[in-house]
């Protein structure tokens, strides 16, 4: 289903600004504007280090370079050298390279220790970094040194504390609407500041913790204004794509992905971006080739720089969706290699996310028919310190018993599943975890709902159906990069267990809804023949099997022989 999107919805004070008539600042309730993400709020870390980073990383010395999303952000900083480390910090904060970022921040105060924006730089990176009291206290150093700042970076500094108080709350309307109130009245006295101009865009998100991910249509119209002043502004071509993304306009995500990346070319994230919509306008390879650049700048990081992989949640995403996208192609060895790497790859960052990386590998096993291998981590998860590697355990347990018909065993791990994330609800749960987690249990439900169906009462039948189509269409609204890729996989699945029921319409629908999520993928294919072959048309099986085999022109040829036997 496409997101439909009205500039009405913009808070007026924003309009008026855009169109180039100026009035004071309003403060704005958040029922005049509709946001469209819910994927940026900030859980606590709780580490020791900053946001689970050592400080000895975070401060380690760091070269000049280029093409990583420079752009110019004026100070008053008479170092050059200084200035170059401070500009370089700010297009890795805006790229999520935030080891990098806090490196740039702290090279610039070794050559200009007063360089209050630097300090403001740092104090934005620990926040990201799950850190707020680091945040703050950064904040407090760079309020010490006013003398040196001028009235916007006084400014500047302002703004963090504002941030960090409605961060500490992120519920809190009141000190949302404050912290906005605060943003509008700096934008207005400096017009001309496109980073003032980010941050306020950041800040129409649902959350204070905004920072790009998750933009509202007010956003859009924010970042759209920085590119009529700089055109080549990489962060706000960044911040488009996330916001085309949740839009459902992957197209316009493309151009702005593009755009991004070749501003900065050798920024991981910037190359990563554009993939997502390369991967979701049916341009797969070309996908896999900016993901797998990604891949090598990042390990050419870690090696040169001498830090773990775990520190940057960067990689793990990257090979995670390259990973996935191998699995895509039917490149299941290549795909199987990186989730391992991802399983085996500690979480020092956001610990109650480790299931992000213990998820992969197992249902990959299970993909692959070894299910003897993916048993027994499925259910050490079950046994995991955090709800989010329980609620995964009890789910790909479930699969298993699905596929071996143990119908009352995986009613059993759903309902284990179920009573994991109602508990997990009930203490420090965000929107993030919700995103990823709630929608696999749910999926469980369906494939026993369909597996069930020729059983029991036909209201109860026609029920477990009903539900299953439901889950279809919130499967096939996800827009994530993750989540889209694993929706299409999970809907091929129901397309595939319809078929196997020889439920001939249900087979059919769930085919078509396959292709509307992604008609260029060869599963697609292969389930649009099996509808054709149960209806007896030959022809059109045979024709959706050869655009199948073509998908699949790289394909391992155990997968080739397990999905288009000879």
Excluded at 79 to 102: K, S
Aim: net charge neutral.
């Amino acid at each position: 289903m496409k997101r439909v999107y009205l500039y009405s919805f913009l808070p007026i004070v924003l309009l008026t600004w855009l169109i180039g008539n100026r009035p004071g600042p309003q403060n704005v309730p958040l029922s005049q504007y509709t946001s469209t993400s819910i994927q940026s709020s900030i859980p606590v870390c709780g580490l020791p280090h900053v946001g689970g980073v050592p400080n000895t990383l975070l401060k380690q010395s760091v070269a000049l370079r280029s093409g990583v999303g420079q752009f110019s952000v004026p100070t008053s900083t008479k170092n050059e050298t200084a200035q170059a480390y401070f500009e370089q910090g700010m297009g890795y904060l805006h790229g999520y390279a935030l080891i990098e970022a806090a490196r740039s921040f702290h090279e610039a105060l070794r050559h200009d220790s007063t360089l209050v924006m630097a300090y403001v730089g740092l104090s934005r990176v620990y926040m990201e970094l799950d850190d707020n009291e680091a945040a703050r206290k950064t904040a407090e150093t760079a309020k010490l040194l006013s003398a040196y700042a001028s009235e916007r970076e006084k400014a500047y500094v302002d703004l963090r504390f504002a941030q960090l108080k409605a961060v500490d709350s992120l519920t809190n309307q009141k000190l949302l609407n404050t912290y906005r109130l605060k943003i509008n009245q700096t934008v207005k006295r400096f017009p001309q500041d496109a980073e003032l101009w980010l941050i306020a865009g950041n800040a129409y998100e649902r959350y204070a913790s905004g920072r790009g991910q998750g933009s509202s249509t007010a956003s859009i119209a924010i970042y759209e204004k920085v590119l009529q002043m700089y055109p080549n502004h990489p962060s706000a071509h960044h911040f488009l794509v996330h916001a085309y993304e949740g839009m459902a306009d992957y197209v316009k995500a493309r151009e702005h992905g593009e755009a991004y990346a070749r501003l900065a070319p050798n920024l991981a994230h910037s190359l990563h971006m554009y993939a997502h919509d390369l991967m979701k306008t049916g341009a797969m390879d070309e996908a896999i080739a900016e993901m797998k650049q990604t891949d090598a700048i990042e390990r050419n990081l870690y090696k040169t720089e001498r830090y773990e992989s775990m520190y940057d949640w960067h990689h793990i995403h990257n090979i995670s969706l390259l990973a996935l996208c191998y699995q895509y192609q039917g490149r299941m060895q290549e795909a199987e290699g990186l989730v391992k790497e991802r399983f085996m790859t500690g979480r020092p960052i956001n610990p109650e996310r480790a299931f992000y990386n213990k998820m992969g590998y197992p249902a990959l096993l299970i993909t692959l028919n070894r299910d003897a291998e993916a048993v027994p981590m499925a259910k050490e998860l079950t046994t995991g310190k955090t709800f989010g590697e329980r609620i995964i355990g009890h789910y790909l347990l479930g699969l298993v018993q699905v596929k071996r018909n143990q119908l009352d065993q995986a009613r059993l791990s759903l309902e284990a599943a179920q009573n994991e994330l109602q508990e997990a609800k009930k203490g420090v749960y965000d929107d993030w975890l919700n995103a990823w987690l709630e929608p696999h249990p749910k999926f469980l439900a369906a494939l026993i709902a369909l597996s069930d169906r020729n059983d029991g009462p036909p209201a109860e039948r026609e029920k477990g159906l009903a539900d299953i189509r439901k889950f279809q269409v919130s499967a096939h609204e996800q827009y994530g990069p993750d989540s889209w890729i694993e929706a299409l996989f999970q809907l091929e699945m129901i397309a595939q267990v319809a078929w196997q029921l020889k439920l001939t319409d249900f087979a059919e629908e769930s085919a078509k809804l396959l292709a509307e999520h992604d008609p260029n993928y060869p599963g697609t294919h292969i389930a649009l023949a099996r509808v054709a072959a149960l209806k007896g048309d030959g022809i059109t099986a045979e024709q959706e099997r050869k655009l199948a085999r073509q998908g699949w022109s790289k394909a391992d040829k155990g997968f080739l022989a397990q999905n288009l036997p000879k």
